[in-house]
DNA sequence: CTGAAAGCGCTAACAC
DNA sequence: GTGTTAGCGCTTTCAG
């Protein structure tokens, strides 16, 4: 088997904690009987056990990232720039999935003992406010759905959402359909509230048939809200869907029923995925910037973990890329 | 804090044994004792200290997931049904990105120590046979590019492009270009070989100029390939991509040029991606089952660790999904 | 069937 | 500066 502090000890003719320090890097050790340890690790080969170790130190050196699904473009980009993130703190990332159910994610909680992992990252979306009694420390990707003290990270919903329509408005567009509404998903009603609010400084009418609820966000989602607002007597002549799954399964639906895009119909997206970049056309989205908000909910949690630091929010920037599906090229 | 198995032996006042004994499903305990026990661990809400038991057990619950990246769709779908496979066998899933690179593929293997897992699955790209001295059992996706000694689970790659390539064939095309070759992928090589022997068998003639290579597999790369076979005296009227990314940036590519897929061009992908199905038009892709290669690549594994089987090699099945990308709706 | 006790590999008091 | 030693929480002989 592999070499132990012990056998390390032996060879250098030391005790394992000139050993433990010199691993370490602990104090000041006697140059010679530092050659010699340094001499025997290479020689034995020593990996430090992480269990032995976090087991005594009371840490487990990983954190864990609940979120809905990896075959969802967003998360599958976010998680790789977590994983990124964490190894600069020394953690590991597990991933969890939780399929957007509440069983799904309260069974991902429940997993979460405080010897598994030393904190977690939630992106949540069907959770109460009950479940949130977490073992350990926790940041939320996204809103609140309810009001509960966790930190959170994540951007302006309201404001990005806001600056989309804008852009539908200011390129002439009156009649702007939105899809995505979801009865308790946080993040909904707040894009939702940007397109309100955008449409009320514009003094255009909020229109309830434009507005379609979608239960999921997949692509398949997106295509089915389209048709069904194409199906109305008045077609809207934009549409800004909730995620950009929804806006490719929008534009996909439109190609079918041979509307334009952009000209029949302009389209706008959310998360700026890397594929509506190489999409036909190309889709316009709101791209939040997701390194940082790994980033910066990795560092959070390490703050709290280290020096126990109190909750805080953190607001992450975003912009808004044009591409051809708002304006043709 | 938490508590321990000795808490919970104190206030069922029996031995830690005893509780170990009904916490693992031991032997028989006194039904009397049990009952006390179950109150006792229902009382103080045990769970067991992970870290701990396999620190004892000499295990760790863990199986590393080693890939170049999750955003690339295919790595992430994978990497979900991995997950998920790994939940039958109660390990837990820590992934590793390596971005493709020798570098990037060496870091995780090393960061691999027999400590932090019980075994490792992983989609090299670049490795080379002095790097495959692993200390864990392991198991390749897709190729060995090196001849190792390491169990393998994936399709048959080569009969898998023989057959996109025969369905071009069946299509009428004569000038079929292949994007994806690459000096040192072993994948690559076996999805050549299968075009090569498509073409062969129904009299075409290879044609060096129609093979594009691709140092990455990204959509960008398939774009610019795209472009230098648009460039050419003779187009080709049909083309095969090692992967959906390829395909999606040739499809791009080709629609800037105001080329039409599949009138002008037939274009058929590799890995059937989610977004391939929603693509404008809608991508004809080689379908592995990924659900069957994430199961098999841990129930191999699992049966190495548990009872140190030999190694094997597991063949997935695979199918063609044709859609409009070479078959006009 | 159950209890006592050893020890997995490591770190951190505490002595020297 | 360095050695000795006591555990972290768990499983597992070995007695009884």
């Known amino acids: 088997?592999?070499?132990?502090?012990?056998?390390?000890?032996?060879?250098?003719?030391?005790?394992?904690?000139?050993?433990?320090n010199v691993v370490n890097g602990y104090s000041f050790v006697k140059p010679d009987n530092r050659r010699r340890v340094e001499e025997a690790l290479e020689a034995t080969g020593y990996r430090p056990n992480l269990g032995a170790r976090n087991l005594r130190r009371g840490r487990t050196g990983f954190i864990a990232?609940?979120?809905?699904?990896?075959?969802?473009?967003?998360?599958?980009?976010?998680a790789g720039l977590v994983i990124a993130a964490a190894q600069d703190h020394e953690w590991n990332v597990l991933i969890e999935q939780t399929f957007g159910t509440l069983a799904g994610e309260r069974s991902a909680l429940a997993s979460l003992g405080p010897h598994l992992v030393d904190a977690a990252i939630l992106s949540p979306e069907a959770l109460q406010v009950d479940d949130?009694?977490?073992?350990?420390?926790?940041?939320?990707l996204g809103e609140h759905a309810v009001d509960v003290p966790i930190s959170r990270v994540g951007i302006?919903?309201?404001?990005?959402?806001?600056?989309?329509?804008?852009?539908?408005?200011?390129?002439?567009?009156?009649?702007?359909?939105?899809?995505?509404?979801?009865?308790?998903?946080?993040?909904?009603?707040?894009?939702?509230?940007?397109?309100?609010?955008?449409?009320?400084?514009?003094?255009?009418?909020?229109?309830?048939?434009?507005?379609?609820?979608?239960?999921?966000?997949?692509?398949?989602?997106?295509?089915a809200a389209m048709r069904s607002l194409l199906d109305l007597r008045t077609p809207p002549d934009a549409v800004f869907c909730f995620n950009?799954?929804?806006?490719?399964?929008?534009?996909?639906?439109?190609?079918?029923?041979?509307?334009?895009?952009?000209?029949?119909?302009?389209?706008?997206?959310?998360?700026?995925?890397?594929?509506?970049?190489?999409?036909?056309?190309?889709?316009?989205?709101v791209a939040p910037d997701k390194a940082a908000i790994a980033q910066a909910a990795v560092a959070l949690l390490h703050r709290r973990v280290e020096s126990g630091d109190a909750l805080e929010n953190v607001?992450?920037?975003?912009?808004?890329?044009?591409?051809?599906?708002t304006v043709a090229r």
Chains 1, 2 share one sequence.
């Open 65 to 78: 990232l609940v979120l809905p699904e990896l075959s969802i473009p967003y998360f599958a980009e976010l």
């Open 132 to 140: 949130f009694q977490l073992p350990v420390p926790a940041v939320l």
């Open 156 to 223: 302006d919903n309201v404001a990005a959402a806001q600056a989309a329509v804008r852009h539908l408005i200011s390129l002439g567009h009156q009649r702007i359909a939105a899809i995505g509404a979801h009865p308790h998903r946080g993040t909904a009603a707040l894009r939702l509230e940007g397109y309100r609010r955008a449409l009320a400084e514009a003094s255009l009418p909020f229109v309830d048939e434009l507005v379609v609820p979608a239960l999921n966000y997949h692509r398949a989602d997106g295509a």
């Open 244 to 285: 950009d799954l929804l806006a490719i399964g929008a534009m996909r639906a439109a190609g079918e029923r041979f509307v334009r895009v952009p000209q029949d119909l302009a389209v706008v997206g959310f998360d700026n995925n890397e594929e509506s970049v190489y999409s036909s056309p190309s889709l316009t989205s």
């Open 315 to 325: 607001e992450t920037p975003f912009s808004l890329q044009v591409r051809e599906s």
């Open 1 to 20: 088997m592999l070499a132990t502090l012990k056998d390390v000890a032996r060879l250098a003719g030391v005790s394992v904690k000139t050993v433990s």
